[in-house]
């Protein structure tokens, strides 16, 4: 009897979410008239240059068939990173991690090919031969609802992934609990299968990751957390200050450290609910699950929009600096598997405003130490994100003892920006690796440049001036 309760209730908030999202973006004028009339008229002429390349990300990254409907061929969520990946040339490793509580983390390792040998990636993975030697490891961990898919989907040239590998650095995208549905006893019908929340993901599955990519990597890792990615990771140096002898650098993107109170009123009402009403409503296991059949079954563009209308609307972010035609790939990787009790734990971040966790032997929420965190951190923002305040945790990072090594907060730039803006290159990516190759202070890292190999230093000036 509960569970049709909470699909009506999960259903119904989505749908009137979604209607009023829209009437918000038009009483505001911020509706895109455009991606309304790929929705509607999917065979209209705008959607037609998407073909072309005018509306999907340039020649046609995101996908062949930028008509919308069932027209668009970009792969369902757990293909992308490696449907990408295989399109640009770049060959994908997939490895399982299981953690100490016996989930099994989903790993991909890309890498370049450096030849055009018509091979299979399993050929590929076997012959030292045809990849290029791997520089410093980098870990790319996405936030909430997201996947690995987050830092592939702007492109080959505008994705933080290739942008990386291209550059010579080996690049390991990691996904949390839930994400692959993977678990070495129990299964998604288990409600011990939905047990957890950020406390878990800092103390299992960011050590988890850590630790298996320096062993294969025999190095210390650059790991780089957007959001939800870079809490974890505030959660596990707290938990496991000794970690950090495996990290030779901490990335924080849109920092979740402090987060500020969420102004959407629906968002509002349901932090105010009694715990028994929020349990009852919602339940205890993936937290509004009726959104992926929604995103498995719906056409790319009609889910797309409806997706991006309802977390714009709630989270107060927008597209603005995106490029158009993005959104379609985007949310095949938002949203993914989350536990309602992971939505109920940032509730209560959001409304105390920093990172804690709650403790069953003490009525107060515990907080996640800066000061154990023992490797050199660099923190990107946007300072026009209204999620997570930037600014508050340089400060505290600073008067903690924290070695912080880089900072830089984007005019204008909102929560995703920093890996989806159509400048983020300029802005971020570019002065992401000019701080690797500072920090590390080695040569390593090589791109191609047609006739051999120059330092990464010297593309980017190149690059810069073209």
């Known amino acids: 009897m509960f569970s049709y309760v909470q699909t009506f209730v999960s259903a119904f908030f989505l749908f009137f979410i979604v209607l ?61 990173v490696k449907w990408h990946s295989e399109k640009f040339g770049y060959i994908v490793e997939e490895y399982n991690v299981t953690t100490e509580d016996g ?13 055009t040998r018509n091979e299979s990636a399993t050929e590929h993975q076997s012959n030292a031969n045809t990849t290029q030697k791997m520089g410093r490891p980098v870990i790319l961990q996405h936030g909430l609802f997201q996947s690995s898919g987050i830092f592939v989907v702007a492109n080959k040239h505008k994705s933080l992934a290739y942008f990386l590998v291209d550059l010579g650095y080996d690049v390991w995208l990691g996904n949390n609990r839930g994400v692959y549905n993977k678990h070495s006893k129990l299964s ?122 309802m977390f714009a609307y709630l989270f107060g972010w927008t597209s603005d600096k995106w490029k158009r035609g993005l959104k379609p790939t985007i949310f095949q990787t938002t949203p993914r598997p989350i536990s309602t009790k992971l939505i109920k734990h940032w509730l209560a971040v959001s409304k105390t405003g920093k990172l ?46 924290v070695s912080v090594v880089f900072e ?26 000019g701080l690797l190759e500072k920090h590390t202070k080695k040569t390593h890292s090589t791109v191609s440049n047609g006739k051999g190999k120059k330092k990464v230093a010297e593309w980017l000036q190149h690059r810069q001036q073209n």
């Not at 705008?46 to 046609?60: D, H, M, R, W």
């Not at 989930?103 to 030849?115: G, Y």
């Not at 730039?413 to 400048?423: G, K, R, T, V």
Request: proline fraction near 4%; hydrophobic fraction near 40%.
């Open 103 to 115: 989930f099994i983390l989903h790993l991909e390792r890309i890498k370049k090919k450096t030849d």
């Open 20 to 80: 009023m999202g829209y009437a918000h973006n038009i009483s505001q004028k911020l509706h895109d008239f455009w991606e309304v009339i790929e929705i509607l008229v999917p065979h209209h002429r705008y959607a037609k240059k998407s073909k072309t390349g005018e509306g999907v990300n340039g020649g046609g990254e995101v996908g062949r068939g930028g008509g919308g409907g069932g027209e668009h061929k970009t792969p369902r969520s757990h293909n992308i």
């Open 188 to 309: 998604t019908n288990d409600e011990a299968y939905w047990d957890w929340n950020l406390h878990e993901l800092g103390r299992y599955d960011f050590p988890a990751l850590i630790k298996f990519v320096a062993q294969q990597t025999k190095q210390k890792v650059v790991y780089v957390g957007h959001s939800q990615g870079n809490a974890q990771a505030f959660v596990g140096f707290s938990l496991n200050p000794d970690i950090a002898q495996h990290v030779d650098l901490f990335v924080a993107m849109a920092p979740a450290y402090y987060v500020n109170q969420f102004r959407h009123w629906s968002l509002r009402f349901i932090q105010k609910l009694p715990d028994r009403a929020f349990w009852l409503l919602f339940g205890s296991r993936s937290f509004i699950e009726i959104m992926h059949p929604c995103q498995a079954y719906l056409p790319h563009r009609m889910f797309s929009s409806f997706a991006y209308t």
């Open 408 to 433: 830089v907060g984007v005019e204008g730039y909102e929560h995703m920006d920093l890996i989806w803006a159509e400048d983020a290159v300029q802005k971020v990516f570019e002065p992401l690796v």
């Open 356 to 401: 804690a966790h709650h403790d069953p032997d003490s009525p107060q929420y515990c907080e996640y130490l800066l000061s154990n965190i023992h490797c050199p951190v660099a923190v990107f923002w946007g300072k026009s994100d209204s999620l997570v305040d930037g600014e508050k945790l340089l400060k505290s990072l600073k008067a903690d003892g």
